[in-house]
């Protein structure tokens, strides 16, 4: 089974801090994805990856950044934490482009800033 | 752009009827689409995933089908149990195979 590993169930952070929120997927998946997840505003796309050292951004990638050293490994990065961060945190993965397998996501990482 | 809207947006049935949840998207030129099941507090599990070529999936008491013509899918759920709660979620991956576009799901509560 593939499983997807976020760091951290939960965080209490400081506006202004630097926030680090890790994700590791144990299949080889080349595609990895975090998204936020708020009441009445569904699944967002914040950054995705398809290959090592490679980033797009998603839908609302203001305040954030990715980055994708190894494979298996790609963390989300607040840069500078504000309160309007406070969320939950999905990351997930897929093996490859073009391919009919699900997404697995990980358990989450709700957020809270402070 | 690729739209997915799902509803009704909450549901509430008793224990052991049959139900359907609805998922509908704008450009049916999809390459698959994929339902999950979400419980409180927790990360997306994938229930099943329909492609293109097909019209339906089924797994235990679920069955998804997929009628890209008129850019609908349902998932229907045989004898509910209160273990079956949570929210539902569809998503459509398109052809150039962009991120899935999501639906802001269905909240089902099966009431014993």
């Known amino acids: 089974d593939v499983k997807v590993t976020q760091s951290s169930r939960y965080l209490v952070k400081r506006t202004g801090e630097k926030v680090f929120l890790e994700c590791v997927q144990d299949m080889d998946h080349e595609n990895m994805f975090w998204y936020r997840q708020d009441p009445g505003l569904g699944l967002r796309l914040i950054y995705f990856s398809y290959d090592v050292k490679m980033k797009e951004k998603g839908d609302i990638p203001e305040g954030y950044s990715v980055s994708r050293e190894k494979k298996e490994r790609f963390s989300l990065i607040l840069e500078s934490a504000s309160t309007n961060q406070t969320s939950m945190y999905l990351c997930?993965?897929?093996?490859?482009?073009?391919?009919?397998?699900?997404?697995?996501f990980g358990d989450g990482t709700r957020l809270s800033i402070l | 752009k690729q739209e997915v809207t799902q509803i009704p947006a909450a549901l509430s049935v008793p224990e052991g009827e049959n139900l359907v949840l609805n998922c509908s998207f704008t450009d049916s030129a999809i390459y698959n689409l994929q339902w999950f099941r979400q419980d409180p507090g927790k990360g997306l599990t994938s229930l099943l995933l329909i492609q293109s070529s097909q019209r339906e999936q089924t797994s235990g008491r679920l069955n998804a089908s997929l009628d890209k013509s008129s850019g609908r899918s349902t998932l229907y759920i045989a004898a509910s149990q209160p273990g079956d709660s949570a929210t539902y979620l569809c998503a459509v991956l398109d052809p150039g195979n962009t991120p899935l576009v999501f639906g802001k799901g269905t909240r089902l509560s099966v009431i014993a």
């Open positions: 997930a993965s897929t093996k490859d482009r073009g391919s009919n397998q699900p997404q697995h």
